[in-house]
Each structure stands twice: as C-alpha cells, then as structure tokens.
C-alpha cells in the first residue's frame, strides 16, 4: 500500500468533520461545543474553535478502525520528520524531556547532560530519579551567553562518568547556534549509548537546503521539536521524534507518555500539530525562502544602524558552533551603551514591539513562517528610531559577570533527593556552600543558574541578583525577590548512620 500523501491531515479533518457535521454532544466539555460557553470567550477565540474543542475517544478521531486519525497523523509526522515513530505533545517539549528522562534514566541510572539544558530536563530527573553528570557548554564572556558543546567536552564528561546511559544536547540554542551533532553522535554512539536532541527551537530544520539539517539526519537517535515556537502550531504543542536506530525504545516512550498525558488532551492543540506538518511538508521551503529573503532585507538595515551588531553565522567554526539557524535575529547592542532591557523597553513602549529575549548586551527575535519583507524592514526601522533615541556615543555596554561557577560544580546528590528531601529556607547571604533544592533560571530562555542538588556558589548567586536588578524575572524561584532560597537540611551523624543503603 501506497504511504498516505503528506497533503492529507487526517486528525484535523476527522476533527472538522465531527464539529460542524451537527452532532448531539452528550459528553464533555461542558460548553458543549460553544452554547456554555461565556459570551466573552465565544467572542475572543470564535464559535469554530468551540466547536472544534472536543474530548479524546470519539469513534472516527482517536478510536475506531485502526489505523485511527490521530495514528495516521503521527505517522505522517514521522515521515516528514525522518523519525521512525512520532509523537505528538500537548504539554510542549517540557513533556517530551520528561518522557525522556522517566524512559532512559531510572532511579540511580546516570546520564550526561548539558549544564545549559532547559529546566524540564533536572525535572525529568527529579520525576525518575536519574543522576546527571553535567557537561558544559562553551561560554562567550563577551556578549554572556552560552553556545554549544564541543566534541572533546562530551568526551571528556563519559570519561569522567563511565557509568552514563544516555547523553541530552541542546542544538540549536537560544542564539540560532547548532551544535556538530554527528560529531557528538559519533562519540556517544562508540559506548552503544543513545544521545538525545532538543531541537526544541529547530522544527523547520530540514526543511529549506539553506537550514542546518534534523539532529535525527545527523545522527541522533531522538529529538525534540517545539512546533509551536516558530512552525505554526498553537501554543504548547510539540513533537518527540524516535530514530530507526533502536537505543531509544519507543514502546517505552509511549507507555512513559500515557503516564504524563492528560486523559482529557486537547484536540486543538493535536489538530494544529497536524496542520503545520502538513505546511511545512507542503510548502515550507517557499514560504521558508521567503522570509530568508525577508530576513535579509532587515539585515542590511540593521547593520547601518550605529552600535548594532549582528550575532550570527560569523560564529561558525568558533565555540562549538557548527552551523546557524538564520530565522534567529541576535543584536549585538553592546557598542549602543544602552542594555537590551533598556532598548527592548523603549520598542515596546513606543511601538508595540515585543522582543522574544532582551539581556544586557543582546536581544533575541524569532522569526516565524510567512513573515512579510515590510513588516521585517519596519521592525528594522523600529530599532533605529529607539536605538538614536537611547544610544549613549562612546560607552560600551558590559554582559553581567558569570563567573566561573555559572554552570555549577555539579550535583552532590541526585535532583530527586534534593527536591523532596528535608529542606529549609535560608537567606540568599547563608546559602552559598548549601545545597539547593530549587532550580532556579533566568526566564527566559529558561536555563537554570541553580539546580537541586547543586552547591549553591558565591558566582552563582552573584548572577541571579544581577538578573533580578536588571528587571528580569526568576523562573523556579520560590522567592521571586531572590531574598531567600530552599535549601536540603543537613543529614545529622546519627541519621547518616542509620540511613538505608542505596
């Protein structure tokens, strides 16, 4: 039999079709398809999507004649993904690392991870109880942030932990820079150990010659794909995708992903899963080449601009970068003498222009699918306007001091014992030398400075105070001020000698 055609979207027109076919809705959710729902909402998100809100396990959608709507989606999503087995997330990628931690590290299983990693992996850790030994990445002190990990660092982090059964990367990072994946791929793979990608912020990867290629292409046995952030789903919905290559069982995934997934998912979410595979299958390379072409346009204003630089593909070849994911714009504000806080602030306020991620010396945006030329080359024109109004001629902004206890000492005990140990609040001035039981970030990108199970470090505390002073927020923290954080107890002689062995 033939494969089903990439331009079908099996879940989404099983789901139409039930929605405005007239049925008689006696099951959930109440609002019945829109009659109760209030008139506020009806109005703000449309009668059609109330309609389309419907529950799990209705014949024709999700159960029924095999294979189902919802599995033959997934399996179209494998194929344009080049994955052996999909699975479709309604808890964004923060589920899939979850999935993953629970399925390759079980309780005292270690793995290397990437210091920089998202928070939902330590997470995932605390739900399985796996051990961490962190690898990290290189750090740029000129514009203070972190980029890729090198081939020798994995290297020298599996010989340090001769015991880890899987290695977690993130590629592409925040800033658009990849990592050499195959490179990576090669020395996991030399132990028999699965490596695992999130390509959270590359779900367009693979789909335009002009873009880096899929970690799965690459040679990574499973990854991540946030297709909400820049493909065209809604919002927390994601991709896990399975390689053909058998270190990541994908029967174990599924039964892990049964355990974290709501019995109650929601069809608007899978439906806009299954409608942006199909766009990017069907025509995400035009609409990919049209707002490269776009994103050009705005480059060669940004560049005229005075004190703007561009972080960008100059950076191949240098601190594990491999390759560069263009559809990132990075301003490089520092010869501005304002901080991109101060800068995005200014855009906001004067023309309702919202950055993705402002820090001292640089400003993320992400670009999306179909954005236009005029609306890139007036974004272009936005920062100059702000940038002539705030710029400060002959004063160099500096990134915040990271120290070099930024990326941690690594864990003194599993994340798991930290987070649901005896714990107790101390303020920030007695913490440094204790250990945490919070992860706590910068958010975003989300990236924790302190992880359960971590030494808490004179550095690291120094940069989450600057963090909270230059106005951004503390994802994790338990005391959003930074005033105090929860700390484990310390084990007495008495219960040291009566604990169980582990």
């Known amino acids: 039999m033939l494969p089903e055609p990439q331009h ?28 109760g729902a209030d008139p506020a909402l009806r109005k703000a998100i449309g009668v059609d999507a109330l309609a389309a809100d419907v529950p799990q396990d209705i014949h024709g959608i999700d159960i029924g004649q095999s294979p189902s709507a919802y599995e033959r989606a997934e399996t179209l999503a494998a194929d344009a993904f080049g994955a052996d087995r999909s699975f479709f997330l309604t808890n964004g990628a923060t589920q899939g690392n979850h999935a993953l931690c629970l399925a390759l590290a079980g309780p005292d299983v270690h793995i290397v991870a990437q210091r920089n990693s998202h928070g939902s992996v330590v997470d995932g850790l605390v739900l399985s109880g796996g051990v961490p030994t962190f690898v990290a990445p290189e750090y740029d002190e000129d514009l203070g942030i972190a980029h890729c990990v090198t081939p020798e660092s994995l ?45 959270s912020w590359g779900p367009h990867f693979g789909f335009h010659p002009a873009l880096p290629a899929t970690a799965l292409a690459a040679g990574a046995d ?17 991709m896990l995708h399975v390689g053909s290559t058998g270190r990541v069982d994908a029967d174990a995934l599924a039964r892990v992903l049964r355990l974290l997934r709501s019995t109650s998912p929601s069809s608007l979410l899978i439906a806009s899963l299954d409608s942006a595979r199909r766009q990017l299958s069907m025509h995400g390379e035009q609409l990919l080449h049209e707002t490269l072409e776009a994103i050009e346009l705005a ?35 520092r010869g501005t003498g304002c901080t991109g806080y101060e800068i995005a602030d200014e855009l906001r306020r004067s023309y ?58 690594g864990v003194s005990v599993s994340p798991r014992t930290a987070f649901l140990g005896a714990s107790e609040r101390v303020s920030i001035s007695d913490a440094v030398g204790r250990i945490s039981c919070e992860a706590v970030a910068a958010y975003p990108p989300g990236v924790p400075t302190l992880l359960p199970g971590e030494e808490i470090t004179a550095d690291a505390v120094s940069y989450l105070q600057q963090v909270v002073d230059g106005g951004a927020r503390l994802h994790g923290a338990s005391d959003p001020s930074f005033a105090t954080v929860v700390v484990l107890r310390p084990t007495s002689p008495t219960s040291e000698r009566t604990a169980a062995p582990r």
């Open 8 to 35: 079908s979207s099996p879940y989404l027109d099983a789901v139409v079709a039930y929605a405005f076919r007239g049925p008689a809705r006696y099951h959930v959710p109440g609002h019945k398809g829109g009659p």
């Open 155 to 199: 290297e020298a982090a599996l010989i340090a932990d001769p015991e880890a059964r899987a290695v977690f990367v993130v590629s592409p990072t925040y800033y658009g820079m990849t990592a050499d994946i195959a490179a990576l791929a090669e020395i996991a793979h030399a132990r028999d150990i699965p490596l695992v990608v999130d390509q």
């Open 222 to 238: 499973a990854m991540l794909t946030s297709t909400h952030k820049i493909a065209g789903s809604l919002t927390q919905s994601a």
């Open 299 to 333: 480059h060669v204003k940004l560049r005229t601009i005075p004190g703007v630089d561009l972080v960008d593909q100059r950076l191949v070849g240098r601190m594990g970068v491999h390759a560069y994911d263009p559809l990132r714009i990075v301003l490089d504000v």
């Open 352 to 409: 309702d222009v919202h950055v993705e991620l402002p820090m001292r010396a640089t400003i993320v945006l992400v670009v999306g699918l179909g954005e236009s030329a005029p609306a890139l080359r007036r974004l272009a024109g936005d920062i100059e306007e702000a940038v002539s109004r705030l710029a400060r001629p002959g004063v160099t902004t500096e990134p915040l001091s990271a120290g070099t206890g930024i990326f941690g000492h």
